[in-house]
């Protein structure tokens, strides 16, 4: 069974970089060509994709966020990440990593339960 | 980009009746590349769809989807008391993706 777990900062003030990590348990990141992204909630709002990225580093982004998104792999480390900068309060939301299936551009299963992050002065 | 357009926005049932939520496109969804979730108060999503009337593994045959092109339909027959959430649908067809603006289902 695959497990995604979201870790981040919780609480932010605006222009900052948000910084966000999945650690992926139940397979191997690097043996399995799979891909990986994040999604994100504001409050009482629907769901946006943000990024995907493949075992091999190529990423693909959202338009609306790429000026401001790098997404990166560490699979040593069982892990991938996503920086959001010159964050505002708009960025303020529940932001989940998942698993794309079916390639680049697939429904997202399994989930993270979920990080909540807040961006206020 | 492919807007994704939930209705009725908020469906009121009971439980053992029959839902029907509809989800349409802007512009045609390649290949059916359509996917259904649900979400509960405080938890993630989860599928329950994908290529618009695949069940995903666990999802009880109560849960149907059908649609091609631009309309899309997302059926509940005999409604759950834990089928009481919000429906999100979502297209994989073409980047970005993009997801509806989901539909509540409440007693």
């Known amino acids: 069974q695959v497990l995604l777990q979201e870790s981040g900062p919780g609480l932010m003030k605006p222009s900052e970089t948000l910084s966000l990590t999945c650690t992926v348990s139940?397979?191997?990141?690097?043996?399995?060509?799979?891909?990986w992204g994040w999604i994100r909630q504001p409050p009482g709002k629907g769901l946006e994709w943000i990024a995907t990225?493949?075992?091999?580093?190529?990423?693909y982004y959202n338009p609306s966020l790429q000026s401001r998104v790098t997404m990166s792999i560490d699979a040593s480390k069982r892990q991938f990440s996503l920086k959001l900068r010159s964050v505002t309060a708009a960025d303020t939301a529940v932001y989940y990593c998942?698993?794309?299936?079916?390639?680049?551009?697939?429904?997202?299963?399994?989930w993270g339960q979920g990080v909540v992050v807040t961006v206020s002065s | 980009e492919i807007v994704l357009t939930q209705s009725p926005g908020t469906l009121s049932l009971s439980p053992g009746e029959r839902a029907t939520l509809s989800c349409r496109a802007s512009?045609?969804?390649?290949?059916?590349?359509l996917a259904w979730y649900q979400q509960k108060p405080g938890q993630a999503p989860g599928l329950l769809i994908y290529?618009?009337?695949n069940r995903a593994t666990g999802i009880p045959d109560r849960f149907s989807g059908s649609g091609s092109e631009t309309d899309f339909t997302l059926t509940i027959s005999g409604l759950e008391p834990e089928d009481f959430a919000v429906y999100y649908c979502?297209?994989?067809?073409?980047?970005?993706?993009?997801f509806g603006g989901g539909t509540k289902v409440e007693i």
């Open positions: 998942v698993r794309p299936t079916g390639g680049f551009e697939g429904w997202f299963d399994p």
């Open positions: 139940g397979l191997s990141i690097s043996a399995s060509k799979y891909y």
């Open positions: 990225i493949y075992y091999s580093g190529a990423t």
């Open positions: 512009q045609s969804v390649h290949s059916r590349y």
């Open positions: 290529g618009a009337s």
């Open positions: 979502q297209q994989y067809g073409s980047s970005p993706l993009t």
